[in-house]
Structure formats: C-alpha cells, structure tokens
C-alpha cells in the first residue's frame, strides 16, 4: 500500500498499489488528519473508491484521476452541507475495492451428496471444483460485506461463497436425473445450472462468479472399487480368457506372490484336467450332455366347401390320407407358408401319399 502526505497535514493525494493479490478491501485514513478539499484521487483500473462519513455510504469512484471537490462529490456535499464557495478540509474514510477477478477459489462437497440413480439405485456422491469471484458492486458490497473491516481479504467471503455453491450443487445433483456414469460427460451443463443458481444469492453480496467449474463427481471409495471389478469384467468379456490373461501375468512374473499363487493354481487346475482324463478309461465316463429339446410339430389347415379345418397334427394329416379325406388335390396351409397350396405340392405332406400302400393285388382264381 501506498499514499502520500503532502503540504503538512492536509492529505493531497490519495491513491492505492495493491502488491498482496488476495486483498479485497483496503480503507486509506490517517487518525488526526484531513482531507484536503481539491485533493487529487487515483483509482486505477480494477479498482473502485467508496467514501464514508460518519457511517454513511457516500460517493463511489470508478477508474480515474478526479479533484474532491463539490461537482463530483454530489453525496458528499449533501451529507456535509457544503455551499457553493465551500473550501476548507473536511473527514472522511476512504475505502478502496479490488474490483479485479479473484481465481482459483476452490469448492467441495463436506458430507456425501443422497441422489437416486437410475441404474444403481440411491447412491452417496462427491463434488468439487473452483471457481472466480469479483466485485461487482462495491457500494453494496461494502454495506453487506465489509462493514467497518479496515483490510477485508478474499478468505473472508469465500467461505461463505461456498456454503451457497454447495447448498446448490446439492439440490442440482439430487434433481438433475442423470445417471452416475453420463455426469462426467454433463459437467459443463450442470455448472451452468449452477451458476445460474447462485447468481441472485452472490448478487445480494455485491458480487458475481465470472467462472465455475465442476471438476470431478465422484461415488464413495468402495463403490468405485466394486465399479472397477464390473469394468474389468466386461473389457474382459470371455471369463476364461480373462482367467488366462491373469495366468500369464503371473507367469511373466514368476518370482512375485502373485506369479507363486497363480502357478500354483495353474497346477492345480492342469492336475485336476488330467485327472479327469484319465478317468476315462478306468473311472465313470462323464456324464453324457442332455438331449436337445425336439421341436414343435407342424400343424395344418384345411380348407373344404369355402370353409377352414385345424389344426391338425402331421400324424393327423397321415391318418386322413389313408382314409381317402384328403387327396393330393385338396389345400392346405400351415404358418409361414405363403398363401394355400395342393397338398401334392407341399413336400411335408406330399410324402404322406408316398407311404400309403397300393392298392391290394386282385384275387387269384379259385381261391
């Protein structure tokens, strides 16, 4: 921090070099001595000026060189009750705002986040992140904030900024409906969510959040463990071929406890095939593999005189050609057959007429 005295007593120029880059609010005052009517002040780029007298917010400054005189001291001159050939020295502090951004404030969730999955069911979650704060107006700042604090730093606010992220990403997260596993591929929307959110609570503050990020959303540490075994499960697919893949890193590694372990149960297994095998010969041959289950039998329709008949069984269908009800002539029609057709030519049926016996050979004389 910087200022001058000049000309004995009277302050003559006021001005302030900020070297901490995390101070937020400094007041420039000298205890016993004046400001000088005329003075000059400097507020630089990034920076506001808020005068006080006697515990009322006064004038504002932006950016720039100004004379403290009545014209550009409308609050001020009203306050003091100053004439128009008023000139004497006059009281007041001078607080100066850091109006710059205020990155990389970090965020996170305390206590685990209660959300419904969709996939996994109620699931305990994590969330953390930074983000960047800035003063956006530094009279309400000044009144909601600061109060009479001499130098306000950014550690100041940003614990209470996080208690309101928080509260929000807890009630996003917990509404937002999006599965555990798509949240890493939706954290930008839901940091616009969230920021959209919180903007009319910082604002009370005479603030703003330029920029939020959620950097990463996470489930408890055993449930990632068990995450990770379904993962690798699945990049593995074939059990078997996942079982071999780990017998030959362990082989790779044959003195390690892992390779120990997995040659001896390498031994063990080759010892039990073996055993199995030469259980053929002089042991009981294994169990043999079921029978397929036989499949369904074709059912037929009949149509006769403009009317449909069935279903009937093919054995059916074998019986009724041996009693002459159905001839080579007659349609028939079963699922997936496209439209009706003569039985003669449906080859299904048209065997039934090749197994019916001919026809008995004539009587021979005198018998």
Known sequence: MIFDFLKGQ???????????????????????????????????????AVFVHEG???????????????????????????????????????YFINTTRFNDQKWGTKNPIMARDPEFGPVRLRAFGSYSMRVSDPAVFMREIVGTDGEFTADEISFQIRNVIVQEVSQILAKSGIPVLDMAANTADLGKLITTAIGPKVAEYGLTLPEFY????????????????????????????????????????????????MG??????????????????????????????????????????????GPFSTASMGRMVQDGSLTRDTMVWTAG?????????????????????????PPVPGN
Request: proline content about 9%.
């Open 10 to 48: 009277f302050i003559d120029v006021i001005h302030w070099v900020d070297d901490t880059r995390d101070t937020m609010v400094w007041r420039f005052d000298r205890q016993g001595h004046e400001i000088k009517y005329g003075a000059k002040l400097t507020v630089r780029e990034g920076q506001a």
């Open 56 to 94: 009322q917010m006064a004038d504002v400054f932006g950016p720039g060189m100004y004379m403290l005189e009545t014209n550009n001291m409308p609050i001020m001159t009203s306050l003091q009750h100053w004439d128009h050939g008023f000139q004497s020295p006059f009281k007041s502090e001078i």
């Open 214 to 261: 959620i950097e990463n959303i996470s489930l408890p540490e055993e449930v990632e463990k068990v995450l990770d075994k379904r993962t690798s499960v699945g990049i593995a697919g074939d059990l078997n071929k996942y079982m071999q893949f780990n017998a030959a890193e362990g082989m790779a590694q044959p003195n390690s406890a892992a390779g120990a372990a």
């Open 264 to 309: 001896a149960g390498m031994g063990a297994g080759m010892g039990m095939a073996l055993g199995q095998q030469m259980a053929g010969p002089w042991g009981a041959s294994p169990a043999a593999a079921p029978p397929p289950p036989p499949s369904p039998d074709t059912v037929w329709h009949i149509a006769e005189g403009g009317a449909t008949k």
């Open 337 to 361: 057959q496209d439209g009706w057709m003569r039985a003669e030519d449906v080859t299904a049926i048209a065997r039934l007429f090749t197994v019916q016996p001919p026809p008995p050979p």
